[in-house]
Nanobody
């Protein structure tokens, strides 16, 4: 059974930090890239970051560059999203998802319909 399980969300004040985790199972982790997406109330889901641990490709949305860092622990089949200098506009449900790594490129990594597997999401709330 394919599973992507997010954890680490919560309530934090503006300027604070959180680290999200995405634990993957049931598929070949090496053959997939893992992306983070978020959806704020009343807004469309958007790509935040993506990592292909097999070849080292990493992508970020402009809105989080310099504040968020994505990383991967291949021994645990887990991807992390370290979020620093959080802003109220970062408030959203954060999802991780898996896409075949061959699909990735700088202009396609955030294409949601390409992602085959999705987690249930974890809430991040940043208070001002």
């Amino acid at each position: 059974e394919v599973q992507l399980v997010e954890s680490g969300g919560g309530l934090v004040q503006a300027g604070g930090s959180l680290r999200l985790s995405c634990a993957a199972s049931g598929f070949s982790f090496a053959d997939y890239a893992i992306g983070w997406f978020r959806q704020a109330p009343g807004k469309e889901r958007e790509g935040v970051s993506c990592i292909s641990s097999s070849d080292g490709n990493i992508y970020y949305a402009d809105s989080v560059k310099g504040r968020f860092t994505i990383s991967s622990d291949n021994t645990k089949n887990t991807v992390y999203l370290q979020m620093n200098s959080l802003k109220p506009e970062d408030t959203a449900v954060y999802y991780c998802a898996a896409v075949p790594r061959w699909f990735l490129s700088a202009n396609r990594w955030s294409l949601m319909r390409a992602y085959r597997y999705w987690g249930q999401g974890t809430q991040v709330t940043v208070s001002s």
